[in-house]
C-alpha cells in the first residue's frame, strides 16, 4: 500500500482526534508555530483523551513512523498458528501497518515487544498482541464508549481491547474515513501489545481489560496505560466500493478535522 505522507496526516488525524499536519509536508516545512506530536502524547491521546484541541500539532515522520517494521499483511491468507506473549496472535489479514518508533521508548526495555525475525512461538518477556478500535468522536470500544476510561464499561472501568482482529474490525468499532488524499476509503484499527499481569481477560473472552478505578488521577491513569497497553502499530485497511459499509461516521470525523484545519 503506498502510504503518502498527507495520507498517514489524515490517519494520525483520526485516531488522535484533533488536526495533525506532518512536518515532511512542504506546506509546513520551517513553521515554527507548529507543536511537535510525540508517540507518547499519541499513545495516551488515543487511549484517555489527555490532549489539547487548541495546539497547532504536526507529526516528524521519521520520529514517529518506524518503517522497517511495517509489515503489508493485504494478501497474506493465514494457515500458521502462531502466539505472542503466550497468546494466539490472529495476524491482521487484509490489514497494512505501519509501525511507530517506540523501540527504546520505556525504561523497561524492549522485551514487551518480543523479537525481530518471524516466529510462530512466543518469547520471555514478551506481551500478547490486541486490537483497539478508536474514533475522532471519543475512544470507542468493543461495547460502544468503552474503550475510553469511563464509568459505563460492560465489566468493569477501564480500557478495553480484543486479541481478535475480526472484533476490533467490525464497523461500529473501527474508525472509518474517505481520504481526501487518495479519494479511497478506510478503516483504522490500533494494534498494541498488553501486559499480561495487568490485563483481565473478561467473562467474553475475546474482551480483555485494563481496569483503572474511579476516581484515579490523571498522572497514576497516564502511568497505568503506559505499563500496561502500548499502541506499536497503526493499520489500515481499503474498504472497497462494493463493500455494504456505512461510512457517515468516518466521513462525519473527516469533515471535523478539515474545519480544525481552517
Request: proline share 4%; hydrophobic share 30%; net charge negative.
Amino acid at each position: 500500500m503506498d502510504m503518502d505522507i498527507n495520507l498517514k496526516a489524515e490517519v494520525v488525524s483520526l485516531l488522535f482526534g484533533q488536526a495533525v499536519k506532518s512536518f515532511d509536508n512542504k506546506a509546513f516545512r520551517g513553521r515554527r508555530s507548529l507543536d511537535k506530536l510525540s508517540v507518547d502524547e499519541f499513545h495516551l491521546g488515543t487511549l484517555i483523551g489527555n490532549k489539547s484541541p487548541y495546539r497547532d500539532l504536526a507529526f516528524d515522520e521519521h520520529d514517529f513512523f518506524d518503517p522497517e517494521y511495517d509489515y503489508d499483511f493485504t494478501n497474506l491468507s493465514d494457515s500458521k498458528v502462531c502466539s505472542r506473549g503466550n497468546e494466539l496472535y490472529k495476524r491482521p489479514e487484509g490489514w497494512y501497518r505501519m509501525a511507530l518508533k517506540v523501540r527504546g521508548k520505556y525504561p523497561d526495555g524492549d522485551a514487551w515487544l518480543g523479537t525481530n525475525e518471524w516466529r510462530r512461538h512466543s518469547v520471555p518477556g514478551e506481551w500478547p498482541v490486541s486490537y483497539h478500535g478508536t474514533s475522532l468522536c471519543g475512544a470507542k470500544g468493543i461495547v460502544k464508549e468503552h474503550y475510553k476510561v469511563g464509568g459505563r464499561a460492560m465489566y468493569g472501568r477501564g480500557i478495553y481491547s480484543t486479541p481478535d482482529i475480526h472484533v476490533a474490525e467490525r464497523e461500529e468499532y473501527a474508525s472509518t474515513f474517505r481520504s481526501q488524499t487518495t479519494g479511497k476509503r478506510y478503516k483504522v484499527i490500533l494494534q498494541n501489545r498488553i501486559n499480561p499481569e495487568e490485563r483481565e481477560v473478561c467473562s467474553r473472552k475475546d474482551y480483555w481489560l485494563i481496569p483503572v478505578k474511579k476516581g484515579t488521577s490523571a498522572a497514576k491513569e497516564r502511568a497505568i496505560v503506559e505499563r500496561s497497553i502500548r499502541p506499536y502499530g497503526i493499520l489500515i485497511k481499503e474498504i472497497r466500493d462494493d463493500e455494504d459499509e456505512d461510512e457517515d461516521e468516518g466521513e462525519e470525523a473527516q469533515t471535523d478535522i478539515e474545519e480544525q484545519r481552517v
